[in-house]
């Protein structure tokens, strides 16, 4: 083994340990917040970018929401109907679901979800 790739196995080692470290917090924190009736879950403020933009070439809307932190997901609520077209460069998967009579949603969820 060359000095390079011996480097680029304690990385990789440390890489794995620090994301194995992560896991576990994370599990323990999932566990502290059901168990404990009281606790909040608290993230710190992050900016979020959007868009929606009326394409007047094919009479449609273009909605893109930007953010610091992974989005999980994204609720589209409206009191009339509505048609969602799907794009390529879009990386959600749809999802709809029951809700208010009323009201029409659609949930859009990460794929990585």
């Known amino acids: 083994m060359t ?3 011996i480097c680029k196995s304690i990385q990789r080692n ?3 340990e620090i994301q194995r470290r992560l896991m576990q917090t994370r599990e ?3 566990e ?3 168990t404990n009736t ?7 403020e992050f900016r979020v970018n959007d868009r929606f933009e009326l394409n007047r070439d094919d ?8 953010s610091e932190i992974p989005i999980d ?12 077209l799907d794009v390529e460069k879009n990386s959600a998967v749809m999802s709809f679901s029951e809700c208010d009579p ?7 969820c990460s794929a990585e979800n």
């Open 73 to 84: 997901n994204v609720l589209l609520q409206c009191d009339v109907i509505l048609d969602i």
């Open 102 to 108: 009323k009201v029409d949603s659609i949930d859009f």
């Open 14 to 16: 440390e890489v794995e």
């Open 28 to 30: 323990r924190y999932q």
């Open 3 to 5: 000095f390079f790739e």
């Open 38 to 44: 009281h606790a909040l879950s608290t993230i710190r």
């Open 59 to 66: 009479a449609t809307y273009n909605l893109a929401i930007e």
């Open 32 to 34: 502290a917040i059901k």
